[in-house]
């Protein structure tokens, strides 16, 4: 099971609250190549893992994997494999949804945590392939960072580490958090939007995409927010180099879509103000939406006995 013609089949699935990403790849000696891909809307309830099998086996066909990875959006215990909170997929609480689906399933398969799996992929077959230090920022409605070293998500002593969303300067906004002067409360995508409607007096409701949208029609607003969170979004990239000094920084998310308005500004005003610092490449990031799936397909390779790290840099994507 799980090799045909000597061809490996590789299953990641990036299990989200609203929807799952399905990505079937083979290992072949030239890379990790695409079979097929589908997006689902996420079942949900008590019965969400055997519906959820029986969507995979759809696409999976004859083509059994090996393996699989699935990503969780939550705290993880690695050890268990249990979910220990999921605010977005709660009936995973208390779970190991990995075994049951590989019971389902008929093959091995581990949970990763969604996060780390993007910023795994995205370090090794992704923007920072071939480098062996990456910090990965994602820039969604929540700010996340990992630090991906020879290929492995660098945890912390707790699990915790990465919240560069989180470090605060003491002072401006609040965050959700609690603290004053956080990145997130500065460029967190609802934040964008909440603060647009502020400062030209609007009811609330703007999204991140329409302070972008609006930029780029030349609203003098939306460009003065946008103005805000780069610079902001500057002084972090700063940060991260002057605490952990990485090969290459990539940042991802939705909002490094739109990569004239954030991304690129925020990059120019670091290498403007940086001054001790040896800013390293700054990339966007290549996977897009398919990141945390590819990042299940790494996982599922570590799970069928292959090892990410000893082939870093030559996992490619051939499909
Ligand atoms: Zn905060």
Known sequence: MGRSGGVTALLGIDYGGTHTKVLLAHERPSGLERVSAEIFRTPRSETALS????LVRGLV??????????????????ASQTVVTSTNTPWLNG?????????QLGAPGVAVHDGAAAATAEAIMGA??????????A????????????????RGA??????IGHVAFGTGRRCSCGQYGCLESEIGGTRLGARWDEERGAPPGSTARDVVDAARAGDAAAVRVLDAATSALA??????VALIDPGAIVIGGGLARSPKWIVEPAVAKATERATFHRLPPIMAAELGVWAGAWGAVLAARAAAGGTNASVLGQIRRVG
Do not use: Y
């Open 51 to 54: 519906e959820l099998a029986g």
């Open 61 to 78: 066909r004859s083509d059994r994997p090996s393996a699989f990875g699935m990503t969780v959006a939550g705290i993880l215990d690695d």
């Open 95 to 103: 779970r190991a949804p990995a075994r049951e689906l590989a019971a």
């Open 128 to 137: 920072g392939r071939g480098r062996d230090d990456i910090f990965v920022l």
């Open 139 to 154: 820039l969604g409605t929540g700010i996340a960072g990992a630090h991906v070293i020879n290929g492995s998500v660098r």
């Open 158 to 163: 707790h699990g915790a580490a990465g919240e």
């Open 235 to 240: 002084q972090s990239l700063l940060g991260v």
